[in-house]
């Protein structure tokens, strides 16, 4: 995330520097010096950044290192804001100055001296500010390398969960409406004469039970009956074709094979599905990249007519982009089933006593889960073990990331690390207008055309051939 404050200070103080070259704009002797440093060790910092980024999701040390850098990064902002001011000011006293010495007619190249020796005293100022931010930059750039990070690239700190078609269907409320019109997709005649295949898509955020809704439709008894083969094949990033394909194909064929070329595994499925009605479920895909999915749509087409694809996805590109008939987006469930959901993990083999005790502070709890089923199920989970009212009053009153040390690892493995997917997955100019929203109190209703002209003030937008700030903005 300090990938977002990075990359405008670095692009601010090349922007000054080049302005102050043009202006003739200097500072004291020894400045440049300070400023090629500092912008060598941010450079040299920027390299690790996607690294350290998931680092401190669960090292402490990590995170208190990508704090001071992000304290340092403010106070280089503040003093890079105080130079651009400081360069116009000049400029505009100078003009006023050499006015003024004509209006006298005076009869020296020499303008005021209490006006250069001001000059003089701002230079100072600026760059012995400059100076102490280099030396935290300095010293911050040299405990990067305790912490072993990779260049450009993360280690995958954040494990992406392998998902399979099995679910306890005792364990889902709240879905049945959408569990029917799934079905009813899958079950109903094919939408376009000319094609075998039609591609239904499950769209929605990162915990928000799309799997789970594919899993309750894949093991339907209608649909186990309607269809000759049921595939399951958990996608997730990268999109690898050849283990796709290999999966597919050992799961049409009982066993496992020995091919590894993607042509003759492809050839394996083309073969496999020829005149079968088929279900094959796409779990989990985030690639737009359409020349992947062109490379294994081909194999799929020879499948009987009423045959299905049913894809879950966090992005509506992807589902646009593999050619979506029948496109379902999931939303958010109630408060009421959410508290649902809670109380029977929470509550799982608890007494009518602690039951009548606990349940409106574990209402209140369950509110905090904003219609997100996997938030209430590690919520749930976590009170599992909390026998007091104490301790359930002590996790109503906390932040989620406040939590002590236990607590907090298991909700931040459980819900915050599949979100933290959906972040990492934006471009860098999105993460950084996205980090921009954490300053407005919660709840605060944002104005679209406000935050935009404030993203622009902030320089986090940039005009492209294709628009201007305003439409990079609203897009």
Not at 5 to 13: A, C, F, K, M, R
Not at 85 to 112: P, V
Not at 182 to 193: G, I, Y
Not at 424 to 434: A, E, K, M, W
Request: net charge negative; proline share 2%; hydrophobic share 40%.
């Amino acid at each position: 995330m300090a990938e977002a404050l990075v990359s405008p200070i670095l692009e601010q103080l090349t922007t000054i520097v080049v302005q102050k070259v043009q202006e003739e704009v200097n500072l004291v002797v020894g400045v440049k010096k300070e400023v090629d440093k500092l912008k060598s060790n941010l450079l040299d910092i920027q390299s690790v950044l996607e690294d350290a980024d998931r680092k401190q999701v669960k090292d402490k040390a990590v995170r208190d290192w990508v704090d001071k850098l992000k304290d340092a990064c403010y106070d280089m902002d503040d003093v890079l804001d105080e130079w651009s001011t400081a360069i116009l000011r000049w400029k505009m006293e100078e003009a006023e100055e050499n006015t003024h010495s004509r209006q006298k007619i005076r009869c020296s190249f020499l303008g005021s001296p209490c006006f250069y020796f001001n000059q003089v005293v701002r230079r100072r100022d600026i760059a012995l500010k400059i100076k102490e931010v280099s030396e935290k930059v300095d010293d911050i750039a040299k405990e990067r390398a305790k912490y072993g990070f990779d260049l450009y690239k993360a280690t995958d700190e954040l494990q992406r969960l392998t998902t399979t078609s099995f679910v306890d269907e005792s364990s889902v409320i709240g879905r049945d409406g959408e569990k029917r019109n799934v079905v009813s997709k899958l079950l109903a005649e094919s939408s376009q004469e000319a094609r075998d295949v039609d591609v239904i898509s499950l769209v929605g955020l990162g915990g928000i039970g799309k799997t789970t809704l594919a899993q309750l439709a894949f093991n339907d008894s209608e649909v186990t009956a309607h269809f000759e083969k049921k595939i399951w094949v958990c996608v997730s990033e990268p999109f690898d074709e050849v283990r796709i394909a290999k999966a597919i194909l050992e799961q049409l064929e009982g066993r496992p094979t020995n091919l590894v070329e993607l042509q003759s595994l492809l050839q394996g499925v083309s073969e496999s599905i020829k005149g079968k009605r088929l279900l094959l479920v796409l779990d989990d895909v985030w690639t737009e990249n359409h020349g992947q999915w062109e490379k294994l749509k081909p194999s799929l087409t020879g499948c009987a007519r009423g045959s299905r694809i049913l894809v879950t996805t966090r992005k509506d590109a992807v589902a646009t982009m593999m050619g979506t008939d029948h496109r379902i987006n999931i939303e958010k469930l109630s408060d009421e089933i959410c508290r649902s959901i809670f109380n029977h993990v929470a509550f799982q083999e608890r007494s009518k006593d602690e039951r009548e005790r606990l349940t409106d502070i574990g209402d209140k709890i369950a509110n905090k889960c904003k219609g997100l089923p996997l938030a209430a199920k590690v919520l749930g989970g976590l009170m599992q073990s909390k026998r007091t009212r104490g301790e359930w009053e002590r996790v109503l009153s906390s932040e989620l990331w406040r939590l002590d040390e236990v607590d907090r690892d298991q909700v931040e493995r459980r819900i915050f690390i599949p979100l933290l997917l959906s972040y990492y997955d934006l471009p860098s100019v999105v993460r950084r207008c996205f980090l921009y929203c954490a300053m407005f109190p919660k709840d605060y209703k944002m104005d679209k055309d406000e935050l935009v002209k404030m993203w622009m003030a902030q320089g986090y937008l940039k005009e492209t051939s294709g628009g201007d700030m305003e439409l990079v903005g609203e897009q």
